[in-house]
């Protein structure tokens, strides 16, 4: 691949392994993952239950180490990082949509909105500015001053979408980011990552098992027993296939 090309990579996975436990409980979750994440591209990460598609991601994102492989994400060895390297590289240029949400339930909806830009040192009526144009870009707007426990299941997921973007990462990793969503609120949030994606030269990588966004998806990589078995490039001329659309949850 020449430069020029590497450098349209958000991430490229080459050869990614990893394994859970010991012994005779040993489990090889992945094994030898290829996969390259670019930017402008949405990705989706798609495959039956247990396949390895959070385990992926979550090595991707820099909170699991991998057993062997080379890992590039935006141009940096993640392996050869320390974990204080990699929490900071990760504050700065990934936002993370976890599937639980993990939103901190003692804070409003713009102060957990705003952490990112407290982490980087942005003041505070700086960042809870920010924090509330990306919450009226969600549709919560009105909802600013709700704590978590006060926000419907699609709501809190909205707001943890808010916090993913409102730093501006370069990389947007997704677990399952519309599953709590009804049809019009899944189609805006599409909406905003593909405004994201494709308008600023990032790049969104999914998990998903709703064929309700495949269409948004410019790339899918369909995962099955801990590797990538088949790569579809979305376009007018190539829709999603049939067979994909029938992943489910086991
Ligand atoms: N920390 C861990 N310790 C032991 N086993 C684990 C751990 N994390 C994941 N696993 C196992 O690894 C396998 C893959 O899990 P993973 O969460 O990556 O799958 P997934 O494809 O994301 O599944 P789902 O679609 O249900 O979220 C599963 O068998 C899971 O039980």
Not at 62 to 78: F, I, P, R, W
Not at 98 to 120: A, D, G, K, R, W
Not at 150 to 155: F, I, N, P
Request: net charge neutral; aromatic share 2%; glycine share 8%.
């Amino acid at each position: 691949m020449s430069k020029a090309e590497t450098g349209r990579l958000a991430a490229h996975v080459k050869g990614i392994s990893k394994s859970f436990g010991d012994g005779g409980a040993r489990l090889q979750v992945l094994k030898e993952i290829e996969l390259e994440v670019r930017r402008g591209d949405i990705t989706m990460l798609v495959g039956p239950s247990g396949c390895g598609k959070t385990t992926l991601i979550s090595i991707i994102a820099g909170t699991l180490k991998a057993d062997a492989g080379e890992l590039q994400v935006l141009g940096q060895d993640l392996r050869k990082m320390s974990t204080a390297e990699i929490t900071r590289f990760r504050a700065q240029h990934i936002g993370f949509i976890f599937q639980s949400f993990n939103l901190i339930p003692t804070l409003s909806c713009v102060e957990n909105v705003s952490v990112p830009l407290l982490i980087q040192g942005v003041s505070a009526s700086k960042a809870e500015k920010r924090a509330k144009e990306v919450l009226d870009q969600v549709g919560l707007g009105e909802r600013t001053k709700h704590r978590p426990s006060q926000l419907s299941g699609g709501q809190q997921q909205r707001v943890a979408i808010a916090r993913a973007l409102v730093h501006e990462p370069e990389l947007i990793i997704c677990d399952e980011p519309t599953a709590a969503l009804d049809a019009k609120n899944g189609h805006v949030v599409m909406e905003l990552f593909e405004h994201v994606a494709r308008g600023k030269d990032r790049a969104v990588l999914i998990v998903t098992h709703d064929n309700r966004i495949f269409h948004h998806a410019n790339r899918i990589a369909n995962m099955d027993d801990g590797r990538v078995v088949e790569i579809h490039d979305v376009d007018a001329d190539n829709p999603p296939p049939e067979h994909l659309k029938h992943v489910e949850r086991l």
